[in-house]
């Protein structure tokens, strides 16, 4: 067995050989041992490293040169000045529309008119002071002279009673009673035309105003159906105004609303018929609930009619369609009831027509 002093011997150089280990020693030539240093400073450089790791960051700072380049955008401005250029060379273009499309409110609404309405005329030309044929007088606008047309020639208060015969298609159409009521006191003046099937009143016209040297002068005219709609003949602006909105409409002297108009007929004939002999034509503005138009009507020859209140001679009066979908109106106005209307016929392009016949007249 060896002795202790040898087997602590090889123990010691046994630990020496592990911490050499440990420590990093190399044998060297000589036989003696290094302990190498090196890792040591290797691993303080490894710390010291780290912080320049953030110095990469200045190179993203560099896009911030960038911003110079917007002085690219300046160009942009001239492109824009360019472009506003553009809007201003293109606002005469929409000009023209704007003036084709202002009589496109003529066509409106010609399929509502009510029996004694007509469709409105599309080219409202000339003036409501003209009148074209035989007798022809700018008097009061609408070809009569002032006073001829006055209170006095206008027929008193009265109600006249109307079978109405229509036909659509081939599809007879009866049971409907019209009423006009016709009052007045000189000075003002209320008609009112209604039509009824029994006892309830389908379709309504009113037209209030006064009695002027030069005839009727409406005021107010409104139209009932489903519901009620109305305009006003605004005469000391000169405009007419109506309640559903529409745009406002110039009005012209002599204006007549869609159921005054008639009454005016028979009273410019009543004044002098002779003015407005067969052939003649009256041109006068007509005003409904949604526009106003000319009118132009033609005189035709006298005819007999036969009526359910007998058999009249009356002046026979046209309304001159002047478009494809208008619609003809005629009037028969008979002298021996002051020019009051026996008949009105309305007849549609199809076809179809609606004829207001007099069954009776009676004092108010």
Not at 91 to 120: C, G, I, K, M
Not at 302 to 310: I, L, M, N
Request: hydrophobic share 40%; charged share 20%.
């Amino acid at each position: 067995m060896p002795s202790w002093p040898r087997v602590a011997a090889i123990g010691a150089v046994v630990l020496l050989l592990h911490a050499a280990l440990l420590l990093g020693a190399r044998w060297q030539p000589g036989g003696h041992l290094e302990i190498a240093q090196r890792q040591v400073v290797t691993e303080v450089r490894l710390i010291d490293p780290a912080p320049p790791a953030p110095r990469p960051d200045p190179p993203p700072a560099r896009p911030s040169a960038a911003p110079p380049k917007p002085p690219v955008a300046k160009p942009a401005p001239a492109r824009t000045a360019a472009a506003a250029d553009a809007p201003k060379r293109a606002r005469p273009q929409p000009r023209p529309p704007e003036a084709r499309t202002s009589p496109s409110p003529s066509p409106n609404a010609t399929t509502d008119a009510p029996v004694l309405a007509a469709a409105p005329v599309a080219e409202g030309s000339g003036d409501a002071a003209a009148m074209v044929g035989a007798g022809a007088s700018g008097a009061q606008g609408i070809g009569f002279a002032a006073g001829n047309a006055g209170a006095s020639h206008i027929h008193p208060s009265a109600r006249l009673s109307f079978e109405m015969v229509a036909l659509r298609g081939v599809q007879p159409w009866k049971g409907v009673f019209g009423q006009l009521d016709w009052r007045h006191d000189g000075d003002r003046y209320e008609a009112r035309l209604a039509l009824k099937v029994l006892f309830k009143t389908v379709r309504a016209q009113v037209s209030t105003g006064r009695i002027s040297n030069g005839g009727l002068a409406p005021e107010r005219f409104s139209e009932t159906r489903r519901q009620g709609e109305s305009s006003e003949l605004r005469r000391a602006e000169s405009k007419v105004v109506f309640s559903n909105g529409a745009p406002e409409a110039a009005l012209e002297p002599g204006a007549q609303d869609r159921l005054s108009v008639v009454l005016q007929l028979g009273a410019m004939l009543a004044a002098d018929d002779e003015r407005h002999p067969p052939g003649s034509r009256i041109l006068m503005q007509v005003v409904g609930v949604k526009d106003a138009e000319d009118w132009t009507f033609e005189v035709l020859e006298d005819a007999t009619v036969s009526v359910p209140a007998g058999q009249y001679r009356a002046r026979h009066l046209i309304r001159i369609p002047r478009r494809p979908d208008d619609y003809r109106m005629d009037i028969w106005l008979a002298p021996d009831l002051g020019y009051l209307p026996v008949q009105m016929r309305q007849t549609q392009q199809n076809g179809d027509v609606i004829d207001l016949l007099l069954r009776d007249v009676s004092p108010l």
